[in-house]
C-alpha cells in the first residue's frame, strides 16, 4: 500500500520548485564563480539536452514497448546530425552573433532581406508547432501524478500550479533583460540541473529495475526472447516500423534539434562562444546514450511483468509502485518532472520573444501611437510565456486524450521540419529569395496540416469521415491520408513526405523565377559569406542618416533607460558620444550598427520598421538642404583674384609663425597645416589633411579638457589651455593649445584654427627652477645637520672609550658595539641620501640586461623574502632585455622599490609579483605586492622630499628613485589599495643599444 499521499507529492513538488529558483538565483548572483570556460562548456552542453523532454523519459519507453527499435530514430538523428554541428551550427551562431539574432523567425527574416512577413508566418508555424509539444510535457506531468497518487486530486490542480511557477520561473530568469543576446545565467543554470537530474534519476530507476528486480541486461533480454511477441521489439522489423518511417523519423529528428525554439535559444542565442560547440558535438550524443541506455530493459521488464503496452509511457512509474518502492518512485516521477518543466520553460520563452518581436511590437510601431515600447515589450513577452504555457495546458486537458505521447511530439517536429529547408537553403545558396521562402513554407505548412492534423480531426470526430475516405469536394487524390495517389505510407512519413516535397520545390522554383531585392542581395552574401572578410555594407546606397543627438534619443524611446545608456557605450565608445560632427560614411555606419543593436531588443522587423521609419528624409528636410546650397552658392560669388590675394596673405600670416598652425572645417577635419605644425607633430600636410584635429590631442589629455575644447569649437567660441601632444610616431610632448572658430558676416561657424605649441622646454625649466630651490634650501639645511650628526659621533666615541677601559664585561661590550654599528649605519643613509638628492646626477650608461639586475636585487633581498616567507612571482618576465642605462642607478631603483614592498606585507600569505615586458617603445617593470596598500592622501605625496609613513628614514628614497628615472627619461607609475596591495609601474624607453649581446654577459 503506497505511502505517497496528494499533500506529501505537492510537497516535494514544492521543495523541488523551490531548489530550482535557488539554483537559478545563487547561479546569476554569483555567477562570476561559473566563468571558467570547463563549467560554461558543461553548462552548454547540459543545457542545450533539454531536448530530452517527457517525450525521452516516459515516451520512449511507452514506443519502444510498443513498436520496438523505432525510439532510436529521435536520438540517432541528433547524433548524425552533431557531426556537421562544426560547420552548419557554427555557421548559424556565427550568423545570429553578427546579426543580433534572437529567435528562428528573426533568423528567417534576417536571411531574406529582413522580411516582416515572412517572420510573422514563420512565428506563427513555430506556435502551432509548439503548443503540442507543451501539453506534451504538461499531459506527462498529468498522467506521471495519476500513477504516483491516484486518478482523483483535490484541489487545487498541481499540474496548474507546477505550470504556473514555471511561467513565473521563465519570466524571472528568461525576461531579466530584453537583450535576449546577452547571457541569460540563471536560466542555463537551472536547466543544466534539471538536465542532470533527469539523467542521473532514469539512470537511477533503470539501474533499479534492470539489476534489483531483475537480474540485469542478460536476464531481461533473455526472457524477452523466449516469447515470440516481445522478441520483435528487439529487430528491425517492417511490421512496427517500415524503413520509410525510420528514414522521415531520422530526417524529422535532425531538424528539430537544431530549429526547434528551445534548441535554437539554447544552442544558438545563448552560445557565447563557439569554441562549445567542439565539445558538444562529442558530448551531446554521449548524454543521450546514456540517457537511453535502459529504455528498452524498462520497456521490456513491464511487458515481463503483465503491464499493458498501452500504459508503456508509465512503466518507468508503475514498476516502482508495483513493487512499493516510494523512493524510487518518486525520483522517477522527479526525473520526469524535471524533463518536463525544463522544455516548458525555455520553449514558452523562446516562442514568447517571437510573438512579441514578430507580432506585437510591429503592429504597436504601425499604429503610431507606440508610447513607452520597453514596457510594452516586457509585457508583451511576459504575457505572451502565460499564454503559451496556458495553451498548451488546455491542449493536455482536451485534445490528446488517447494519444501516445510520442505521436503528440511526432506533430512538433513535422510542423518545425517546414522552417528546415528555408534555413539550411539560406546557408549556402545566394540565390535564395524571400518569396521563394514563402512560398515554400506557407505551400509546406498547408501540406502538413492537410496530410496529418485534418486526419486526426476526423479521428475526433470534429470534421465529417468523408474527407478521409473519399477526399476533400469527393476528389480522391485529394484524400489526406493517400494524398496525390500516393498510399501504403503512415501518417507521419506521408505528411514529412509530400511537405518536404511541396516545401522544397516552391522555394527552388520560386527563388530560380524571381529576382531579389538590394537588402536581399545584401543579407543573402552575409549569411552564405559569413566567414569571408568583405564590405557588403558598402552596396547600401540609398539609406538616409541622422543625426547623433536623433540617434540618442531614438535609442532611448524603444530602450529602458539603464539599457540604453549601456547601448549608447556600445554605440559610441571612447568620447564619441559627445561628437557631433560625425562624418557621412561614419553616420551611414552608424545606421546600419543601431539597426542590429535593436534587433537584439526588439526583433528583425520591428528593429526595420523602426529604422527605416526614422531614417528618412522628410520634405521640409528637403527644402532646408535646398536653401543650404542656395546659400553656399551665393557666399562664393567673389572674384579669383579675391580668393587668390586672401590665400596670399593667410599664406604670409601663417608661414611667419613658429608655432603649429591647424586651419580645419566646421567638423573639426584638416583643411591645412603649416610647416612648424608639420615639423612639430611628424605629419605632412597631405597625411594630416582630412584628418580630425583631435587626432594631435593624446588620449591621455584630461576628458573633461577634450570636452570642453569640443563644446567651444561646436559654440563658436574660443579656448585656450594645456593639452597633452601626440606625434605621428605615438611620442607625447606638453603642448599649450588655442583654439577659436572662424565666423562668417552672419555669425555662423565656417572653420576653426588652432595653435598648437610645444611648452617641453618651458616645463623642464620649471621643473628644474623648483629642483634648484628645493636644491637650495637642502644645502641650507644641510649644515645644519652635519652639526646634528656631532652627536651621534659623540656617543659614539664614548661608547668606544667605555670598551677600551673595560674589557672584561663581555654582555656590556657586545651592547657598545652594537650601539657605535647601529649609529654609525643611521649616519651613512642620511649622509647619501643627502648627498644623492643634492647633487647634480650624471648617469653613466652602458648596455644591461634588465633582467639580470632585477634577480641581482631580488637575490640581495634573500634573506628578508625568506623570513617574511613570501612567495615571489615572475608572472611576465622577458629574460632578454637589453637596454642603454646606468647599472648602478637602475638597481639602486629596484632595490627601494623591492624594499618597501617586502616591508609593506605584514601576513602570512604575502606575495610580490615581478614583471618584465617589451610594449611599443619601452620597457617595463612591475613590482606588485598584496601588502598593506597606500592611502590615496599619501600616495599623492610620495615623491615628496622628507615624506615618509615608515617609523625610520628621512623619506629621500622614492624621491631618489624618481629621480634617476627622470633622468632616464622614464615614468614611475604608483597604483594602490588600502588593505589589498601596491603595484609600482617603472617606465623605461628604449634606447640606442652600444655593444654587441656577446659583450653583454661582461
Known amino acids: 500500500m503506497s505511502h505517497l499521499t496528494y499533500v506529501s507529492v505537492f510537497s516535494i513538488i514544492v521543495i523541488y520548485l523551490s531548489f530550482l529558483f535557488l539554483t537559478a538565483y545563487f547561479s546569476e548572483k554569483y555567477g562570476t564563480y561559473l566563468n571558467s570556460d570547463r563549467i560554461k562548456s558543461i553548462v552548454y552542453v547540459l543545457a542545450a539536452s533539454v531536448y530530452c523532454t517527457a517525450w525521452t523519459f516516459y515516451g520512449s519507453i511507452g514506443l519502444a514497448a510498443n513498436r520496438g527499435l523505432e525510439f532510436l530514430t529521435i536520438y540517432i538523428g541528433p547524433a548524425l546530425i552533431a557531426i556537421l554541428w562544426p560547420v ?89 533583460n530584453l537583450d535576449f543576446t546577452k547571457e541569460q545565467k540563471g536560466l542555463l543554470t537551472l536547466i543544466a540541473t534539471e538536465s542532470l537530474v533527469k539523467l542521473l534519476a532514469f539512470l537511477i530507476v533503470g539501474s533499479y529495475i534492470t539489476f534489483g528486480i531483475f537480474d540485469g541486461f542478460t536476464d531481461i533480454f533473455k526472457r524477452a526472447y523466449e516469447n515470440p511477441e516481445y522478441r520483435k521489439l528487439l529487430v528491425l522489423n517492417e511490421e512496427f516500423t517500415p524503413y520509410s518511417r525510420w528514414f522521415a523519423l531520422l530526417f524529422t529528428s535532425m531538424m528539430a534539434i537544431m ?69 524510487i518512485l518518486m525520483i522517477a516521477f522527479l526525473g ?86 528555408a534555413i539550411i537553403l539560406g546557408l549556402f545558396w545566394t540565390k535564395g529569395n524571400k518569396k521563394g521562402a514563402f ?38 487524390i485529394l484524400r489526406p491520408t493517400e494524398f496525390l495517389g500516393l498510399s501504403g505510407l503512415d501518417n507521419i512519413t506521408h505528411s514529412v513526405f509530400w511537405s518536404m516535397f511541396f516545401n522544397v520545390g516552391a522555394y527552388v522554383v520560386t527563388s530560380l523565377l524571381t529576382k531579389q531585392d538590394e537588402e536581399e542581395v545584401i543579407q543573402s552574401h552575409s549569411f552564405v559569406k559569413v566567414f569571408q572578410k568583405g564590405d557588403l555594407e558598402g552596396l547600401i546606397h540609398k539609406k538616409a542618416i541622422l543625426s547623433t543627438e536623433e540617434i540618442k534619443k531614438l535609442i532611448h524611446k524603444y530602450i529602458g533607460h539603464e539599457e540604453a545608456e549601456a547601448l549608447l557605450k556600445e554605440l559610441f565608445p571612447d568620447d ?158 606638453p603642448a599649450y593649445l588655442s583654439i577659436a572658430s572662424i565666423l562668417d558676416e552672419k555669425g555662423d561657424t565656417i572653420g576653426i584654427v588652432g595653435v598648437l605649441r610645444d611648452i617641453t622646454e618651458q616645463i623642464e625649466m620649471q621643473k628644474k627652477l623648483i629642483q634648484k630651490e628645493k636644491l637650495a634650501s637642502l644645502g641650507e639645511m644641510a649644515a645644519a645637520v652635519a652639526h646634528e650628526i656631532r652627536n651621534p ?73 625568506e623570513e617574511k616567507d613570501i612567495k615571489l612571482i615572475y608572472s611576465r618576465f622577458d629574460d632578454n632585455t637589453i637596454l642603454n642605462v646606468d647599472g648602478i642607478k637602475i638597481r639602486q631603483v629596484f632595490a627601494n622599490v623591492l624594499k618597501n614592498a617586502i616591508e609593506a606585507i605584514n601576513h602570512e600569505e604575502g606575495k610580490i609579483w615581478i614583471n618584465l615586458y617589451n610594449q611599443d617603445s619601452y620597457v617595463y617593470v612591475e613590482f ?34 624618481k629621480k634617476i628615472v627622470d633622468l632616464h627619461r622614464g615614468d614611475i607609475d604608483i597604483k594602490s589599495t588600502p588593505g589589498i596591495g601596491t603595484k609600482v609601474r617603472i617606465k623605461l624607453p628604449k634606447g640606442e643599444i652600444s655593444y654587441e649581446k656577446k659583450h653583454l654577459n661582461s
Not at 169 to 175: D, E, P, S
Not at 595 to 619: M, Q
Not at 932 to 954: D, Q
Request: charged content about 20%.
Open 88 to 176: 552548419i551550427l557554427k555557421k548559424i551562431v556565427r550568423i545570429s552573433k553578427e546579426q543580433n539574432i534572437t529567435s528562428i523567425s528573426d533568423f528567417i527574416s534576417s536571411r531574406y532581406g529582413k522580411s516582416h512577413a515572412l517572420g510573422i508566418l514563420v512565428t506563427l508555424i513555430v506556435l502551432f508547432g509548439s503548443v503540442p509539444y507543451i501539453a506534451l510535457q504538461i499531459r506527462a506531468i498529468f498522467l506521471s501524478l495519476n500513477v504516483v497518487v491516484g486518478d482523483k486530486f483535490t484541489p487545487p490542480d498541481p499540474t496548474l500550479f507546477a505550470v504556473a511557477v514555471l511561467g513565473i520561473f521563465a519570466i524571472i530568469f528568461g525576461v531579466k
Open 259 to 327: 530549429f526547434l525554439p528551445r534548441q535554437f535559444h539554447v544552442m544558438v542565442v545563448q552560445n557565447h562562444n563557439e569554441k562549445h560547440i567542439d565539445q558538444l558535438k562529442w558530448m551531446f550524443p554521449l548524454y543521450l546514450l546514456l540517457i537511453n541506455i535502459f529504455v528498452i530493459p524498462i520497456a521490456l521488464s513491464g511487458l515481463l511483468l503483465n503491464l499493458p503496452a498501452s500504459q508503456g509511457d508509465d512503466f518507468i512509474l508503475l514498476i516502482p509502485k508495483l513493487f512499493q518502492n516510494e523512493t
Open 336 to 421: 520526469g518532472f524535471s524533463a518536463a518543466t525544463a522544455m516548458v520553460m525555455v520553449s514558452s520563452i523562446a516562442v514568447s520573444k517571437m510573438i512579441t518581436n514578430d507580432i506585437v511590437i510591429p503592429i504597436i510601431l504601425k499604429l503610431k501611437k507606440p508610447g513607452n515600447i520597453y514596457k510594452a515589450n516586457l509585457y508583451s513577452i511576459r504575457i505572451s510565456i502565460l499564454l503559451v504555457i496556458f495553451l498548451g495546458y488546455l491542449y493536455a486537458k482536451t485534445l490528446v486524450k488517447g494519444h501516445l505521447l510520442v505521436d503528440i511530439g511526432l506533430l512538433s517536429f513535422a510542423a518545425i521540419t517546414q522552417c528546415a529547408p
Open 439 to 476: 512560398c515554400g513554407i506557407s505551400l509546406g505548412f498547408f501540406v502538413w496540416f492537410y496530410t496529418l492534423i485534418l486526419p486526426d480531426l476526423v479521428e475526433r470526430g470534429l470534421l465529417p469521415s468523408e474527407i478521409v475516405t473519399e477526399g476533400l469536394f469527393g476528389i480522391s
Open 576 to 733: 564619441k558620444l559627445e561628437r557631433a560632427d560625425f562624418s557621412i560614411h561614419e553616420l551611414l555606419e552608424m545606421r546600419i550598427r543601431v539597426e542590429k543593436l535593436l534587433s537584439a531588443y526588439l526583433g528583425v522587423a520591428a528593429a526595420r520598421f523602426i529604422v527605416e521609419d526614422k531614417f528618412t528624409i522628410s520634405k521640409a528636410e528637403a527644402e532646408k538642404i535646398v536653401e543650404s546650397f542656395q546659400h553656399m552658392q551665393t557666399s562664393l560669388r567673389i572674384t579669383e583674384e579675391e580668393v587668390r590675394k586672401q590665400e596670399r596673405l593667410l599664406a604670409s600670416v601663417v608661414r611667419s609663425v613658429d608655432d603649429g598652425i591647424i586651419i580645419t572645417d566646421v567638423f573639426g577635419k584638416v583643411i591645412t597645416v603649416n610647416a612648424a605644425c608639420e615639423k612639430l607633430t611628424g605629419y605632412s600636410r597631405d597625411e594630416i589633411t582630412g584628418k580630425r584635429y583631435l587626432k594631435l590631442i593624446d588620449p591621455s589629455t584630461p576628458r573633461e579638457t577634450r570636452k570642453m575644447i569640443l563644446k567651444e569649437a561646436q559654440l563658436g567660441g574660443i579656448w585656450k589651455g594645456e593639452v597633452i601632444g601626440r606625434k605621428k610616431n605615438g611620442e607625447t610632448f
Open 793 to 865: 659621533l659623540g656617543g659614539i666615541k664614548m661608547a668606544a672609550g667605555l670598551i677600551r677601559k673595560d674589557l672584561s664585561s663581555n654582555n656590556f661590550t657586545v651592547d657598545m658595539l652594537d650601539s657605535i654599528l647601529s649609529g654609525i649605519k643611521d649616519i651613512e643613509n642620511i649622509i647619501n641620501d643627502l648627498l644623492d638628492f643634492t647633487r647634480e646626477t650624471r648617469l653613466e650608461k652602458e648596455d644591461y640586461n634588465i633582467a639580470r639586475i632585477v634577480k641581482g636585487v631580488v637575490d640581495s633581498f634573500k634573506h628578508e623574502i
Open 928 to 961: 606588485i605586492d598584496n601588502g598593506v596598500g597606500i592611502s590615496k592622501e599619501n600616495l599623492e605625496k610620495m615623491y615628496h622630499p622628507f615624506f615618509t609613513t615608515k617609523a625610520n628614514g628621512i623619506g629621500l628614497g622614492m624621491a631618489i628613485v
